[in-house]
T-cell receptor, first 110, second 112 residues
């Protein structure tokens, strides 16, 4: 599975959009980009995934560059409860193991 | 979604002993995974446990230390054997269900 690179930490003001970047320059054509988050002391929670098109759900939007070498997770209106570690993961297909990197610690501030 | 429960939620154990962690899911799933999260660290995959076959271990993890059972499609156990303080971690069970992976709440293990 391709490796990902994320900034170790980011801050965001409550109510503003949080944009979390991820680099995956060695991604293969059959690898999907997945985002999970882990709120303190809980198991990771699925957020969104995509292959090459931009995706949106009730939690977030995922923007994947045309060359697929990077992506951005967007939380449109961050709240204090969005404070968590966010993991960007690439993997082949929809099944199989997830390999976690170090993630980005997002701190939403009032 | 799939709802996962783990037992125990936490435990404090003496070195040299073993602990078996149980993972129960409310739906039948083929693939189950066990992860370890050491203090302040990210998650590390220990093994993949598919029903009807032997577990597949990741590099650095061996069956003698982390034996896994997978007796049916809704249940699995992970045993942490001959524990040392370095085994103090959160152990998480995960399942693949309808193209999403769901995680249990974790078992917080402290070895003294």
């Amino acid at each position: 599975d391709a490796k990902t690179t994320q900034p170790p930490s980011m801050d965001c003001a409550e109510g503003r959009a949080a944009n979390l970047p991820c680099n995956h320059s060695t991604i293969s054509g059959n690898e999907y980009v997945y985002w999970y988050r882990q709120i303190h002391s809980q198991g990771p929670q699925y957020i969104i995934h995509g292959l090459k098109n931009n995706e949106t759900n009730e939690m977030a939007s995922l923007i994947i560059t045309e060359d697929r070498k990077s992506s951005t997770l967007i939380l449109p209106h961050a709240t204090l409860r969005d404070t968590a570690v966010y993991y960007c993961i690439v993997r082949v297909g929809h099944t199989g193991k997830l390999i976690f990197g170090q993630g980005t610690t997002l701190q939403v501030k009032p | 979604s799939a709802v996962i429960s783990q037992k125990p939620s936490r435990d404090i154990c003496q070195r040299g002993t073993s602990l078996t962690i149980q993972c129960q899911v409310d739906s039948q799933v083929t693939m189950m995974f066990w992860y370890r999260q050491q203090p302040g660290q990210s998650l590390t995959l220990i093994a993949t446990a598919n029903q009807g076959s032997e577990a597949t271990y990741e590099s650095g993890f061996v069956i003698d230390k982390f034996p896994i059972s997978r007796p049916n499609l809704t249940f699995s156990t992970l045993t942490v054997s001959n524990m040392s303080p370095e085994d103090s971690s959160i152990y998480l069970c995960s399942v693949e269900y309808r193209n999403e992976q769901y995680f249990g709440p974790g078992t917080r293990l402290t070895v003294t």
